[in-house]
């Protein structure tokens, strides 16, 4: 045990060390942290604290497997980082492959099944075609406009971009809580915070931004309205993640298409969006991750994919409702979180949108209010879960074999280390915005706007504290049964998180999702590939004379070959 | 300070402490009148509350610390909202978010007791608050916004047509016909009055404060709405005051309309409710670009 307990030491600070190793080498390296290179810091910093909560996270979650998958971690945050660092250099590519596939080291312990190995799968596949284009962006000359092109396409392919989101669900379907924390903070955001780093700057032109823009939306829409009527609690936060994500690229989307204008309204716009942007980015990271954490945990403590056999699970794990909460308070808006924040300053630009002159605000406010339908499902996706998980009366036949106080303390300090952010964030912000590459786009409106959250914020948490701690005047001493409820104690009565969808669902739901619960969109996609793929097996079976299939098969390979060659041959004599 | 302004003040002040006390009489006293009745009086309401929060709360054994402390959060959540309407200490924009707060608040207390009609009610207002909660948006939107709708017929249509769809907007926050109706006292056809059916005692009195506290800031927000974005009134003081003097007279108002509305009219079954709020959505969209654009 002592030993153990040694090991397990060493193992910390092997991570700690591999998050910590890149913002160190970042800051001594003579970059730029608070000018241009600030996403990077940003990206660094969050990884470093992801980290430390998803490894608190494993020492409950993993108790056999815990070196293997510290070392994994390892391996995980050190790719990551010389990601960051990396730049337009043949290591961008390397390392965030070598990224992927040491999540096969993190996923130590997790029983391999279809849905396990189809996780890494997608993982894997995704970052393949991602490093692909990122290779591309290396590869070509600096100038190169087409270089830009292919670092976008990676990085939204990476991100979980509208369009190219099919893989995230699937990861987050077989993957253990601690690495779906870490995938949703640190690696989603990764991408968001490259473009910000290279292209933002460097692509001036409006055109791509004004195809990102319709796209990021309707992901958005998208997003939320599937993730409000999922029943697999993992997915429904995986389309959470990509309406969170769009959310993020609309951000920039709007930041890019107005950053070269001369109007004064339209600059406020593009610099305003660039701060909700970061804004966003620390709530998607932090609350995100704390709902991957706080839900994945109940769903592993339960062995299920369905959040109906998940009621009231989390009123077994003696953790304050009110503590296991937080993430759900952020997505649902509550003042005092960093939620609240993200989403009242969307609303405010959006105010601004409707004082634009006519043509602009006509033109972007429709869009801007269907954003608003996505992020308010995808904002009751967390309500509906956690009101069933951790409030709903529990079957009190049920057994929790694996849990015990010190997996207790463990989960405490991870999620605790999230929710102190949530909470501390909105508070800072006014200070945060300061930093000089922050400070030059924040216009006074939104500077006093910032403020006035941060005091709102505070006063409501300090009145939420206080009578936590002191409950004032209403300390409930006296507890007996009702007759309403007909002698019906509790677990008989209580409501499963399909209570709160399925009467949406002949309304809104059922053009999104099939009846077993499936996206209809994704599943679509998905059919298009396959039986794209299935092309070559339609000729094989169409073939009949199978004596010649060899020389066929020869006939196929060089023509394949041939047309290579001349492309390349043509490409050359371009050059000529 | 200007004499205008110190009366100004005092007078939204004695709003701010006097209107929540009387406009659920007001709607109660209507509705009975409406059907043959002579009904309680007007600050019944007020004493029913001021009996509640005399006394020890008693709760379900189920119940932990959102059964504790859900109560005074939502009437803290209504007395933002109530302040921001009345002083505007700040946009109007925060309303939604404490109004996400006072929702949370009664769904949780509702949830944590583990009775069925609080799981039945909890499942019905967040059915109400996911279609009703992206029109509020919008409308809070052009409120906070400097649209200022002219004096010609087409703009004035557009306008009462706008107000008509917030109405019923804020007809769903507020729980009333024809998306709930308080006065059957069938649990089953409940959604408001459901979720507080385990609600006794102090914890019964702030539940009702911070519910007619939050009606008259949704009635009040309303007035404003219509007074800020017309140009009804003279620029400069002289129309700021008179805006400001109409509230009380323009929620009294409103509070009337209620009652009549919700003695001549029912419940509707819940299938139809979100297409007919899905269709509130569109209209009111449709609307706002044309407040926009008229």
């Not at chain 1, 966003?280 to 299920?304: D, P």
């Not at chain 2, 402390?69 to 109530?82: D, G, H």
Request: proline residues 5%.
């Amino acid at each position: 045990m002592e030993e153990g307990r040694k090991f397990s030491f060493v193992s910390s600070i092997l991570v700690g060390a591999s998050a910590f190793v890149p913002l160190i080498y970042f800051l001594w390296s003579g970059a730029d942290p608070l000018g241009s290179d600030f996403p990077i810091l940003l990206g660094l910093i969050l990884q470093v604290y992801i980290g430390f909560s998803a490894f608190m996270l494993v020492q409950s979650y993993e108790t056999i497997y815990t070196e293997r998958v510290a070392f994994g971690y390892a391996i995980f945050w050190t790719s990551l980082g010389i990601c960051y660092l990396a730049g337009k250099t043949v290591l961008l590519p390397v390392s965030l492959e070598i990224a992927s596939f040491s999540t096969i080291i993190i996923y130590s312990g997790t029983e391999f099944g279809r849905k396990q190995i189809e996780s890494l799968g997608s993982l894997l596949l995704a970052s393949g075609i991602s490093a692909l284009f990122l290779s591309a962006w290396v590869f070509l000359p600096e100038n190169d406009p087409r270089g830009l092109f292919f670092l976008t396409i990676g990085l939204l392919v990476k991100s979980g971009f509208s369009g190219f989101h099919i893989w995230l669900p699937k990861v987050n379907e077989g993957g253990p809580s601690h690495a779906l924390g870490s995938f949703a903070g640190a690696l989603e955001i990764f991408p968001l915070l490259l473009f910000t780093r290279y292209v933002l700057p460097n692509w001036q032109d409006p055109f791509l931004y004004s195809i990102l823009f319709p796209l990021a939306a309707l992901g958005v829409f998208f997003g939320g309205i599937t993730s409000f009527f999922h029943k697999d609690p993992k997915k429904a936060l995986a389309y959470s993640s990509i309406e969170s994500i769009n959310f993020l690229w609309l951000c920039l989307a709007t930041t890019g298409m107005f950053q070269t204008s001369t109007e004064p309204e339209l600059k406020f716009l593009s610099n305003s969006f660039y701060i909700l942007f970061f804004i966003s980015l620390l709530h998607h990271s932090f609350s995100k991750t704390f709902q991957v954490f706080s839900i994945g945990l109940v769903a592993r403590l339960r062995n299920s994919s369905s959040t109906d056999e998940m009621k009231g699970i989390g009123r077994y794990i003696g953790i304050s409702p009110l503590w296991m909460g937080i993430g759900t308070f952020s997505y649902a808006v509550i003042p005092g979180t960093l939620g609240f924040v993200s989403e009242a300053t969307y609303l405010f630009l959006n105010a601004r949108i409707l004082d634009m002159p006519l043509g602009r605000s006509v033109f972007l406010l429709p869009a801007m209010i269907f954003i608003f339908f996505g992020i308010v499902l995808g904002g009751f996706t967390h309500i509906r879960l956690f009101l069933s998980l951790f409030l709903s009366f529990p079957n009190p036949n049920t057994a929790l074999p694996e849990w015990n106080p010190v997996k207790r303390r463990w989960v405490l300090i991870s999620v605790g280390s999230l929710a102190v952010m949530i909470l501390l964030l909105p508070l800072l912000l006014p200070f945060i915005l300061q930093i000089p590459s922050l400070a030059k786009y924040v216009d006074e409106s939104l500077r006093l706007w910032i403020q006035s959250l941060a005091i709102v914020s505070g006063i409501t948490v300090m009145f939420v504290f206080s009578l936590v701690f002191f409950r004032w005047s209403h300390k409930i001493r006296k507890r007996k049964y009702w007759d309403c409820g007909n002698g019906y104690l509790g677990p008989e009565l209580s409501i499963p998180a399909t209570v709160f969808s399925e009467p949406l669902r002949n309304s809104i739901g059922r053009y999104f999702l099939t009846k077993e619960g499936l996206s209809i969109i994704d599943q679509s996609v998905l059919n298009f590939f396959k039986r794209f793929l299935n092309v070559g097996e339609y000729i094989l079976k169409s073939e009949e004379h199978q004596d010649e299939e060899v020389s066929h098969y020869l006939a196929i390979s060089s023509v394949f070959l041939i047309t290579i060659l001349a492309v390349l041959v043509i490409g050359d004599w371009g050059k000529i | 300070m200007s004499v205008n302004s110190l009366l100004l003040i005092v007078y939204q002040i004695l709003i701010f402490i006097g209107l929540p006390l009387v406009l659920g009489g007001i709607v109660r006293k209507v509705r009975a009148r409406t059907q043959g009745r002579k009904g309680p009086k007007i600050l019944q309401v007020f004493y029913e509350i001021r009996k509640y929060l005399a006394k020890e709360p008693i709760d379900n054994p189920n119940s932990g610390i959102f059964a504790e402390i859900s109560p005074i959060i939502s009437l803290y959540a209504a007395i933002m909202i109530w302040s921001i309407v009345i002083f505007e200490w700040a946009p109007f924009i925060l309303i939604p978010f404490f109004l996400a707060l006072y929702r949370f608040c009664f769904v949780s207390f509702a949830m944590e007791s583990g009775t069925s009609f609080g799981g039945l009610g909890s499942g019905r207002e967040i059915l109400l608050s996911v279609m009703a909660e992206p029109t509020i948006i919008l409308m809070i939107l052009v409120a906070q916004s400097h649209i200022e709708l002219s004096l010609t017929p087409v703009s004035a249509l557009i306008g009462v047509l706008f107000l008509l769809l917030s109405f019923v907007a804020i007809l769903a926050e507020l729980a009333k016909p024809p998306f709930d109706d308080p006065r059957t006292h069938l649990e089953l056809t409940m959604v408001h009055e459901a979720m507080i059916l385990e609600a006794s005692g102090r914890t019964m009195g702030y539940l009702e404060l911070a519910s007619q506290i939050k009606l008259a800031g949704l009635l009040s927000f309303l007035i404003k709405l219509a007074l800020e974005h017309s140009k009804l009134f003279p620029l400069g003081e002289f129309g700021n005051i008179t805006r400001e003097l109409l509230v009380l007279p323009g929620a009294v108002g409103l509070a009337i309309l209620l009652g009549f509305w919700e003695a001549d009219s029912v419940r509707r079954k819940w299938s139809w409710v979100p297409e007919f709020m899905g269709l509130c959505f569109l209209a009111i969209l449709i609307l706002g670009t044309l407040v926009k654009l008229s």
